[in-house]
């Protein structure tokens, strides 16, 4: 089975700034399969890509994924308070079971 | 707009059944599959299983480590899909997520359900 390990864990950063969120897989998984969501405190979580770079439908441009084979990225450029959250990736749509990573908290 | 409602019981006893329904409402809801997703702090988001409906055929799949206590099934009729975990204990306590899982979004989960906290007492 196919482990998702996000890094780093807990990311500090200020409004403005850029945030690069990593995610490896245990081996070679396709891109199609691999998304990205981000959830709030009391929420569900909201996928934000899916396909390893295709933004689902109302995320803003400053969100954007990237990567292959084992690691995939996601940015966000130029931080707002409402992105201060936790992110998470999963792998998707091949053999079950669908994982997801652990998390990466996106903090102020 | 397509929206998931869920509901359910929210406070087991170790050995229960747990039962829980989403109804979707608007949008199609043959073709797309249909998931159950829990979140503890223990194990953090954990895939339950999904359920297809196309035609008058099911499909389902399941998560391994769950699957011999598992059942999704599917009302078509009422666009309602339900989650039956049998034998709980505390390790089943978790937040459970109903969510749609469409082929425009090659299968990632795009809609999600409110979530129903559920608890097991031993």
């Known amino acids: 089975e196919v482990v998702l390990t996000q890094s780093p864990g807990t990311l500090s950063l200020s409004p403005g700034e850029r945030a690069t969120l990593s995610c490896r897989a245990s081996?070679?998984?396709?891109?199609?399969?691999l998304a990205w969501y981000q959830q709030k405190p009391g929420q569900a979580p909201r996928l934000l890509v899916y396909g390893a770079f295709s933004l689902a439908a109302g995320i803003p441009d400053r969100f954007s994924g990237s990567g292959s084979g084992t690691d995939f990225t996601l940015i966000v450029t130029r931080l707002e308070p409402e992105d201060f959250a936790v992110y998470y990736c999963q792998l998707y749509g091949t053999s079950p079971p669908y994982i997801f990573g652990q998390g990466t908290k996106l903090e102020i | 707009q397509v929206q998931l409602q869920q509901w359910g019981a929210g406070l087991l006893k170790a050995s229960e059944t747990l039962s829980l329904t989403c109804a979707v409402h608007?949008?199609?809801?043959?073709?797309?599959?249909w998931s159950w997703i829990r979140q503890s702090p223990e194990k953090g988001l954990e895939w339950i299983g999904e359920i297809n409906h196309s035609g008058n055929t099911n499909y389902n799949n399941y998560n391994p480590s769950l699957k011999s206590r598992v059942t999704i099934s599917i009302d078509a009729s009422k666009k309602q899909f339900s989650l039956k975990l049998r034998s709980v204990t505390a390790a089943d306590t978790a937040v459970y997520y109903c969510?749609?899982?469409?082929?425009?979004?090659?299968?990632?989960?795009?809609?999600w359900g409110q979530g129903t906290v559920v608890t097991v007492s031993s």
């Open positions: 081996q070679s998984v396709s891109s199609s399969h």
């Open positions: 608007g949008g199609s809801f043959s073709g797309d599959y």
């Open positions: 969510a749609r899982a469409p082929l425009m979004y090659f299968f990632a989960l795009d809609i």
